[in-house]
C-alpha cells in the first residue's frame, strides 16, 4: 500500500489545527481560520493522492496496539470458547466504503470551510468557530477510518461534543444554548443502546474489530444468525443511528440545531455528523439479521414521511432545508433496512453535493437579507441574488429528483430496492415522500426566488461575495453530475464482490433498467413542483393553513412531539427526581441517619456516666475488673 501514512496525516491534521488555534492564535481570526482551511484541504489533497496511488478498491488496515487487558482475544471463535480478555488496536480501515466518505468529509467540509471564511468575518468569536470546526472534522474523520468498535464508540461521542460546541456557539443565545443540550442530551439516549450493542457482540463474539467479527460472522452465520441476541445487538446498534441520524423517535433535536451558525448546519446536515449513522449501520451490516432489517426498515420509512409532513408548513428557511435532510436520511435507512447498502451510500453521497448546496445558497439568502430567515419576509430574489437563485435551484432539482440531477438517480435507486425486496407499502411511502420534497422545496423556492419583496430587507438584498459564491457554484457542479459520476461502482463493489462496474454511458441509463420507480419517480415529483408553482409562485400569504386547517396547525407545530415528550417523560422524569429526593431525604435522612445518630447519641450518654472524675471510683472499678478476671480464670 502506497503512501501509508496519508491516512495518519489526514485525520490528525484538523486535531492539529484545533490544538494550535486553541493554544497559540485564538487572538486572530485570519490565522486561525487559514491554520482550520488549510487542515481540512490538505486533508482533501492527500485523500486524492492516496486513492491515485492504490485505487478505490483497496482493502487494508493499519493499526498500533493500544488497550490490552487480560490475555488476547480468542481469535478463532466457537459456541465455547468465551472471552479470555480484550485487546483492542488503534487502527484505520481503508476500502472504498471509507475511501469514499473520506473524499465527502474531507472535500465537502473544505468548501465549507471556505465558505465560513466570509460568513463569519464580523463575528469576534471567529477563531473559536474555526476551532471546533476542526475538532468536529477531526471526530468524523475518526468515525470514518475507525477499524473496530470502541474507537468508533470514542470518535463518535467526540462528534456529539464538537456538534454540541457548534449548535450552541452564540452561547449568549438562550435558544442557541437550549437546542445545543438538546442535540446532545437526545443523541446520548441513542448512544447508551449503541454502547450496549457493543458491550453485546463483544460478550457473544469476543471481538470488536469490524474485519474479524466479519470473519466470525462469515464461519458460524448458520449458528449465530438463528439466535434472538443477535436480533438485540443489531437493533442496540441500530439505536447510535437512530440518535446521530435522528431517525423516530429521536428526531427532535435536528431542526433545533439550526440556531447554531448557517455553515454548522450544512456541516452538520449534509454529509457529516447526521451521514455518520448511515455510515456506521453500512460498516457493521454484516451484524444484522433480517428481522433487525425489517425494523430498521420501517422506521427509516416513517421517518421520511413525517419529516415530509412537517416540512410542509414551515416558514423558516433553515428548517425547511433541516426538515427535508432528515426525511432524506429516513430514505438511506429504509435503504438499509431493504438490503440496499448500495443505494443508501449512493444517496448519502449525492445528498452530501446538494443538501450542502442547499444550505449555503440559504446561508447566502440570509446574509443578503440581513440575518432574517423567514421566508415569508422575502420574496423576488432572483434578480437581487442571481447566482444564489441559479444554485439554489440546481440544489433544489436535484432534491426532487428530476433527472438528470444527482438525486435523480440516487433516488431512483431506492426506489428500485423497494420493488426488488417487493415491499410495495415502503415504495408507496416512497413515492408520496417524493412528492412532498418536491412540494415543500419549490415552495420554499418560489416564495423566496419569485413575487413581490415582502419586506425592506428584500428589497434591498443584494448578492453575496465571491468567497460565499464560489463554493455554491462548485457544489452545483456535483449536485448536478454526481448522480452519473460512477459513485454507485465503488459502492457496489464494496457490498458486492462481484459487482458490474459500469461505464459512464451505462451509468447515465441505469434508471432505464427499472422503468417503473423511474417513470413514478418523475410523475410524483414534477406534481409536486406543479402544485408548488399553482399555488405559491406569486404568494403573499400562504393560503394551506385556511385548507388544511388542523392538520396544517399540527404540521406548523411539529405534530406536538415536543410537547408530548415534555408531557409524558420530562415531567415523569421530573416527578421521579422528586419521589427518590423525598425517599432520600425522609428515609435515609430521617430513619437510616435517625437511628444511627440517635443511637451514637444513647451510647455517648452511657458511656458519659462513666467518666465521674473521681480516682476512689475509677480504683474501685479497676479492683473489680481485677477480681472478675481472676474469679473467671481461676474458675476455670
Known amino acids: 500500500m502506497k503512501h501509508e501514512l496519508f491516512p495518519w496525516l489526514i485525520l490528525f491534521l484538523p486535531l492539529l489545527s484545533a490544538t494550535v488555534i486553541a493554544l497559540f492564535t485564538l487572538r486572530s481570526k485570519t490565522i486561525s481560520s487559514l491554520i482550520s482551511i488549510g487542515a481540512v484541504v490538505a486533508g482533501f489533497v492527500l485523500t486524492v493522492l492516496f486513492i491515485s496511488a492504490n485505487g478505490f478498491h483497496v482493502n487494508a488496515e493499519t493499526s498500533k496496539n493500544w488497550l490490552s487487558i487480560g490475555a488476547e482475544t480468542s481469535k478463532n471463535w466457537s459456541s465455547t470458547d468465551g472471552i479470555t480478555g480484550l485487546q483492542v488496536d488503534f487502527g484505520l480501515k481503508l476500502d472504498a466504503l471509507s475511501l469514499m466518505m473520506l473524499l465527502i468529509v474531507t472535500g465537502v467540509g473544505g468548501l465549507i470551510h471556505i465558505y465560513s471564511y466570509a460568513y463569519m468575518d464580523e463575528d469576534d468569536s ?78 457473544v463474539l469476543g471481538s470488536l474489530n469490524f474485519g474479524e467479527l466479519q470473519s466470525i460472522f462469515a464461519a458460524h452465520s448458520a449458528t449465530l444468525l438463528s439466535a434472538g441476541v443477535i436480533t438485540i445487538a443489531g437493533l442496540l446498534i441500530f439505536c447510535g443511528a437512530v440518535g446521530k441520524s435522528a431517525q423516530f423517535p429521536l428526531h427532535v433535536w435536528l431542526a433545533d440545531a439550526m440556531e447554531g451558525p448557517t455553515p454548522v448546519s450544512a456541516l452538520i446536515h449534509a454529509a457529516t455528523m447526521v451521514a455518520a449513522g448511515v455510515y456506521m449501520l453500512c460498516r457493521v451490516f454484516f451484524l444484522l439479521n433480517a428481522d433487525a432489517l425489517h425494523v430498521i426498515a420501517y422506521i427509516g ?23 427535508s435532510t432528515l426525511s432524506q436520511l429516513g430514505y438511506m435507512v429504509m435503504a438499509v433496512g431493504l438490503n440496499g447498502q448500495t443505494a443508501a451510500m449512493f444517496h448519502l453521497t449525492t445528498h452530501a453535493f446538494f443538501k450542502a448546496l442547499l444550505f449555503l445558497a440559504a446561508g447566502s439568502v ?45 433516488k431512483d435507486s431506492i426506489f428500485a430496492q423497494c420493488l426488488e425486496q417487493k415491499n410495495y407499502l415502503l415504495f408507496g411511502v416512497a413515492a408520496l415522500v417524493a412528492g412532498l420534497t418536491a412540494f ?29 459564491t464560489v463554493p455554491l457554484v462548485v457544489l452545483a457542479v456535483f449536485a448536478a453530475i454526481g448522480g452519473f459520476i460512477g459513485v454507485v461502482n465503488y459502492y457496489g463493489s464494496q457490498f458486492t464482490p462481484d459487482h458490474e462496474t459500469l461505464t459512464f454511458v451505462q451509468q447515465l441509463m441505469e434508471p432505464l433498467k427499472t422503468p417503473v420507480p423511474m417513470c413514478i419517480g418523475i410523475a410524483v415529483a414534477l406534481i409536486g413542483i406543479f402544485l408548488a408553482f399553482s399555488i405559491y409562485k406569486n404568494a403573499d400569504t400562504d393560503p394551506l393553513p385556511a385548507k388544511l386547517g388542523v392538520l396544517s396547525t399540527a404540521m406548523k407545530n411539529r405534530f406536538y412531539f415536543d410537547e408530548i415528550y415534555e408531557a409524558t417523560f420530562i415531567r415523569a422524569h421530573d416527578t421521579i427526581a422528586a419521589i427518590c429526593g423525598a425517599i432520600d431525604r425522609f428515609l435515609l435522612e430521617g430513619f437510616i441517619i435517625g437511628i444511627i445518630r440517635g443511637g451514637t447519641d444513647l451510647s455517648g ?23 472478675l478476671v481472676l474469679y473467671f480464670v481461676l474458675g476455670k
Open 126 to 203: 471567529k477563531a473559536r468557530f474555526f476551532a471546533f470546526l476542526s475538532l468536529f472534522t477531526f471526530s468524523m474523520l475518526g468515525i470514518v477510518l475507525s477499524n473496530n468498535f470502541l474507537q468508533m464508540f470514542i470518535f463518535w461521542e467526540l462528534v456529539g461534543v464538537s456538534s454540541y460546541l457548534l449548535i450552541g456557539f452564540w452561547y449568549g443565545k438562550p435558544s442557541a444554548g437550549d437546542a445545543a443540550k438538546k442535540a446532545f442530551i437526545t443523541n446520548r439516549l441513542g448512544d447508551f443502546g449503541f454502547l450496549l450493542g457493543i458491550l453485546t457482540i463483544w460478550g
Open 440 to 468: 415543500y422545496t419549490f415552495r420554499l423556492f418560489f416564495v423566496v426566488f419569485f413575487g413581490k419583496e415582502k419586506s425592506d430587507h428584500a428589497k434591498h438584498a443584494h448578492e453575496s461575495s465571491l468567497v460565499i
Open 301 to 323: 420509512g416513517f421517518t421520511a414521511l413525517l419529516a415530509a409532513l412537517i416540512a410542509v408548513q414551515q416558514n423558516d428557511i433553515k428548517r425547511i432545508i433541516a426538515y
Open 605 to 627: 450518654r452511657g458511656l458519659r456516666l462513666l467518666q465521674t472524675g473521681n480516682l476512689q471510683t475509677y480504683a474501685f472499678l479497676f479492683v473489680l475488673g481485677v477480681a
Open 366 to 410: 440570509i446574509l443578503g437579507m440581513h440575518h432574517e430567515q423567514d421566508i415569508w419576509h422575502m420574496g423576488n430574489l432572483r434578480k437581487k441574488m442571481p447566482i444564489t437563485f441559479i444554485t439554489f435551484l440546481i440544489g433544489a432539482l436535484a432534491l426532487s429528483g428530476i433527472p438528470p440531477f444527482s438525486g435523480f438517480y440516487s
